[in-house]
Structures are given as C-alpha cells and as structure tokens.
C-alpha cells in the first residue's frame, strides 16, 4: 500500500494542501480539510454542507446551493442531525386526534444538510465506482450516525468510495398538502436526496469516485427512498444520477396523493396545533413559526400515528412523483440500469405491538392499517391470511409483506433480465437484523465470526462494482451462480446458517403463494395509497 504522502502527490489535482498530509479539497463554494483515518488510512470527510440551510423563508423550499465562504472548512466532526421524531404507538389511526407524548428531542438542527464521503488510501491512480447510502427511519428519524463509509470500503477491499447523507426528516421534509404545494415544494426530504446525488455527480470525481459508476443504497426508509429515485420524473431524470439501485427492506406506506382527505387532514392538524388556523395565510404562519414549536408537533404527531406506522411520508406530488409507486414500476417508468434487493425473512415484526398478542382482530388491524379499506377488502386481505398462525402472526405477515417485502417484487418486476433478489434469513431474520452484516462497527463488534459470512455484504459491493453480483472481487466469496431473478423461474439466493453457525447460501424458488398474495396487495394499491 503506497503511503498517504504518495497518494497526495498523485492527486495534486484533486487535494490542495500545503501540508501534504492533509486532505484539503477545494468545491468551488467552500474549500474542506479533511483527516486520514489512522487505521486505515482512508481519507474522511465527516461533515461537508450539500446545500443551504433550508430554515426561516426556505422551510419547505427546494434545496439550494450553499453561498460561498471563504477560508478553510473543517470536516472532521459528523454535523447536526436533521429534526428527529418517531413511529406511531397509538392503539389506532387517530386522524385527527391529539397526543400527550412527548419524547426528548436529540442534537438537531434545521441546518442539517451535510453529507460524510471517504476514499480509500488506494484510490489515486483510477477513477472507483461510489456508493450513496440513504440512511433508514421510517422518513421521521434517522442520520449520517452510525452508518461509516469506513466498513463499506473494507467490505469492498478499497473498491469503492462512499457517501452517506442526511435529508429533511418528519414535518419538515414531508409535510403534504394544497398549501405546501402552492407555496412552497412537497416531498422536500426526497429533494434534499435528489440534490446531493447532484451533488455527486458535480463533485465527486475531484474525491477519486467515477460518476457514471454511481450506486444508490438504503435501507428500510432509505430503501424506499432508493424506490423514489427510480421512479422520478416519470424515470427520465435527465442526466441520470445514478446506474445502479439497491434496497434492503424497501419501505412503501400508503404513498397518497398530496391533496386526499388524509395528507390534507395531516395539514390542519399541524395547522392547529401551531396556532395558525385563523391566519389568513397558514402556510407563512406555519413558515414564521419557531422551528423548536414545529419540533414538539413533529413528536407529537409521529407518537399518534398508529403503532409501527410514520406520520410523515412521500406523497404523490404530480411533479417530482407523478404516480403511486406500483403503477410507475408496473409501466416501466425507471431511472438506473440494474437493481438489487434484498428482503429479510420477518419483516413485520418490529412495526407490530407484541403485547396485543391476545386481544388482535385481525380486521381491525387492516383497517387501521389501510383507513381508506371497505368492508370488502378488509374481509379479503384477513382471509388471505387465514392459516398463517395465530391471530399476531396474521398480522405481523400482514405488516411485512403488504409494506416491506412485496414492493421489492414489484421493483424487480421493473427491470427484467437486469434485477437481482437476495432473502437474509439469518435467525432471527428481522427488520434492520441485516443491518451490522455491512456496517459492522453499528453495534462494535462483527454479527459473525465464520469469515464464509463476508458473502453477504461482499453481495452489495459486488453489485457496486458491476451491477452483478456474479462478478466477484474476492475469489474467496462461496456464493454460487446467482441467476437475474425473472429468468427461469423467480430465483433468489437465501443467506441463512446451520445450527453449527455453518453460512448456508443457495438458490431458491420464489413462493408462488407469496407472489399471489403481493398480487392483491397490488390489486387494492388505490386505496393503500401504494
């Protein structure tokens, strides 16, 4: 490995740096000092601003360019977060009910559009494919936080460089409405997301990152953020940002249009709550409200969602989102190349109030799940179920598949002969349990000990390097011959183990009563908002 020194020097044109073991790059907007991992040796920078702070006249504005400062910009420390809030633990939906919850607010801040990028100590002498993590939380919570591009560039052996952003959260990033859209932009967060992937694209090839070598990852919200992306300006983003796309556990709620009874009931309720509904104009006085006021309204209402939902999601805004996600999928309408997916085994688990494992009616569930249901599909969505178990399992199955695991299907559908599937089935297989597999310092130590188990995350940089995940950078890697999933017959691989801890990765069949029942949930996605 050639010394950092060497590294700078092959890099003059990117890193201007008067000390040649300091990483400074110069943005045009801002000039950045980052720092060399002493480990490592990857150059990081931890907290580079994107974009504008979008607070005061630009709440609920498209991201902007960041004005252009002078001096030297220190990266070393991760930024604040965006305002955090949380999912539901109300017993039902209660549009549009009030909440005594309260939760303690984290370090955040309006001014949180900042990105994390490293580049590995190897990287001088080519140009390496980029991975953009989304990070995940249900589009209310979430940050930069314990997502290191350091893991993702040891997986990949250096392969690769990375960049994990932030993006408004909650009411800020998704606050719907007729107001929101005459006034201001809808489904801000995801702009926030498009911008820094412009970002990339302007940027990143001065950080060693080959631009028409970009990959978009996620992971439960960030999956489905990953969903939005493919399916933006009705799939014609010109230029593309993007050749590759993959979800772990994509996340689809109801996605409803931006102005129908329930993102419209969303809006008074913020309203109200703010004390704007007598101003003549509410959405300035929701915009000259204190962000701190907005805060405890974000908390408020993500707590009074119905238990394991989120308050504050995309919606169908008719400009960035043109259609519900399972029609543009289902026309073809996609940015990118190639996708991969990946579902874990019990989805819905996490989303699910264990503790009403007694009492659950099956019924009722759906219909606080899906409110616009009639008696019609609230009976054929519980029969569907029938026979998986007890009341809780119905409805746990229910949760995972209608909003997990079956829009991965409906992704892979989109692109044929081009789309891979994995299932992690690794006990206990729950949502966000694949999580430490790929970023292995979330929880301080490895999930497994059998090197065997690299396959699994050395699965997603494989995909990055060459949008297949048959072209193997590491000979070592078991996993056999991976066939595109719509060719000859629905074929995923399972990562699983023996009780001896023994990796098992195989072919599988896709079950055909799985995919029947994704059907209906596709069948019934005008009233699910999907």
Known sequence: MRSFISLTLAVSAIFVSA???????????????????????????????????????????????????????????????????????????????????????????????????????????????????????????????????????????????????????????????????????????????????KWVQTHISKFGGDPTKVTIWGESAGAGSVIQHVIANNGQTKPQLFRGAMTSSSFIPPQYRFDDVIPEAMYSDVVARANCSAADDTFACLRGTPAATLQNINIQMGDNAFFGTFAFVPVVDGTFITQRPTIALRQGKVNGQAVYAVTNTFEGAAF?????????????????????????????????????????????????????????YYLLRAFPKRSFKGEFALPPGGHGQD???????TNGIPPFTNPDFKAFPQSFMNFVMALDPNVKYDPTNITPQWKSWDDEGNVEMLFNKTSDDLPVITPVRTSDELLDRCKFWESVGELTGQ
Request: proline letters at 8%.
């Open 352 to 408: 699910v109030n264990a503790s009403t494992a007694p009492t659950v009616q099956v019924p009722d569930y759906v219909k606080n799940l899906f409110p616009n249901f009639g008696t019609k599909e609230i009976a054929a969505s519980s029969t569907l179920y029938q026979g998986q178990g007890p009341p809780i399992d119905q409805v746990i199955g229910i949760m995972g598949e209608s909003i997990f695991i079956c829009p991965s």
């Open 19 to 197: 000390d040649p073991v300091t990483p400074i790059v110069n943005l045009g907007y801002a000039t950045y000092e980052g720092m060399v991992n002493a480990t490592t040796g990857n150059t990081e920078f931890l907290g580079m601003r994107f974009a504008a702070a979008p607070a005061g006249e630009y709440r609920w504005q498209a991201p902007r360019a960041p004005a252009t400062v002078e001096g030297i910009q220190q990266a070393f420390v991760r930024p604040m977060s965006c305002f955090n809030a949380g999912e539901g633990i109300a017993p039902t939906a209660p549009f549009p009910g009030r909440s005594l919850f309260r939760r303690a607010a984290a370090v955040s801040s309006e001014d949180c559009l900042f990105l994390r990028y490293i580049l590995p100590s190897n990287s001088a002498q080519e140009k390496l494919p980029v991975v953009v993590w989304i990070h995940g939380g249900g589009y209310m919570l979430g940050s930069t936080f314990g997502f290191s591009g350091e893991d993702l560039l040891g997986i990949a052996n250096k392969g690769v460089v990375s960049v994990v952003i932030q993006y408004r959260l909650g009411l800020f990033g998704f606050l719907p409405g007729k107001e929101v859209k005459h006034s201001g932009v809808l489904n801000a967060g995801l702009l926030d997301q498009e911008f820094a992937l």
């Open 435 to 441: 999580v430490p597999y790929y970023f292995t310092s």
